[in-house]
């Protein structure tokens, strides 16, 4: 009896290891989902939603989403994120949240169902913890230094070309400072974006633009590391240089210019005085030619 006792033991003690390995490997399988899923959210929350909107940390340019899953079902947040201004004709509770932060127009979203549950689960979590969303990537590579300002002006005039071939910051946007005729009115005016953003906010931005024009036109033509450093330290700038400058709101789409306009309808009918000018004797050996032969 002793002796099968013993062979019993020896035998659990030989699959010890392999029982352990099996237990490790069961709670890996049901915990490895789960804490994927969190951080898929938190990179699509930091990456998409963070420049406007906070978990637990107070309004932004959007409201703050703690608790958003306490106040509006799960199909509700997926169709007001997906197109907020289309949405709220049909939902009161949409069309007030938009009053309430106007003029700031959210654009409509292109995440995918899977994201959206990201991040939703996300916020789930952090409200239950009563814990404030940080986000983990929204800081420079490396301290701003001499020449980084004049660098990032460069860039935003387009005097400089970013390296993956993205376009100019000036192509979308103005800035005072820029001269007579500014830039682009696509998008809003800088002047103040350093006072409107945080830096956390304005660096993820640059690092992953998240407004669906500007997502389209870097797409696969990502700031680098350096020009983020000195585009930021020209903004950075900005703020310094204008303390006072008024915020912009973010807008559907940009709208033109009254100088704009009229510089072009002046150039215009310079064009066509000056090409009626050059024109002018453009038939005269016709006429010249009609002349002669009705005097034969």
Not at 59 to 80: A, T
């Amino acid at each position: 009896m002793r002796i099968l006792k013993l062979i019993f033991n020896r035998k659990l003690e030989s699959h010890g290891g392999l029982v352990t390995i099996l237990f490790c490997l069961l709670v890996t399988i049901t915990s490895g989902p789960v804490a994927s899923g969190q951080d898929d959210g938190r990179k699509v929350f930091e990456t998409k939603c963070f420049s406007c909107h906070s978990i637990g940390g107070g309004d932004k340019q959007g409201p703050d989403l703690k608790g958003l899953s306490d106040r509006r079902s799960q199909e509700w947040i997926k169709s007001f994120t997906k197109s907020p201004a289309t949405f709220s004709r049909s939902d009161p509770a949409a069309a007030e949240l938009l009053k309430r932060f106007s003029p700031e127009i959210m654009p409509d979203q292109t995440l995918s169902n899977e994201e959206l549950d990201a991040i939703i689960d996300l916020i789930q979590k952090l409200t239950a913890s009563n814990e404030i969303f940080t986000p983990e990537g929204a800081k420079l590579s490396r301290e701003i230094r001499t020449g980084d300002i004049e660098n990032g002006w460069r860039y935003f005039t387009g005097q400089k070309r970013f390296q993956n071939g993205g376009v100019s910051c000036n192509s979308c946007h103005s800035l005072r400072g820029l001269g007579a005729l500014g830039g682009g009115t696509l998008g809003p005016d800088l002047t103040a974006v350093n006072i409107k953003y945080r830096d956390p906010e304005l660096i993820l931005i640059l690092q992953n633009p998240n407004f669906p024009t500007m997502a389209e036109m870097f797409r696969d033509r990502n700031l680098t590391d350096e020009e983020i450093v000195q585009v930021f330290a020209y903004l950075q700038h900005s703020k310094t240089e204008n303390p006072h400058a008024q915020v912009v709101a973010t807008t559907a789409a940009g709208t033109a210019e009254p100088g704009f306009l009229a510089i072009g309808f002046v150039i215009t009918i310079l064009a066509l005085v000056g090409l009626n000018f050059v024109w002018r004797k453009r038939h005269s050996g016709v006429r010249e030619d009609i002349v002669r032969r009705s005097k034969i």
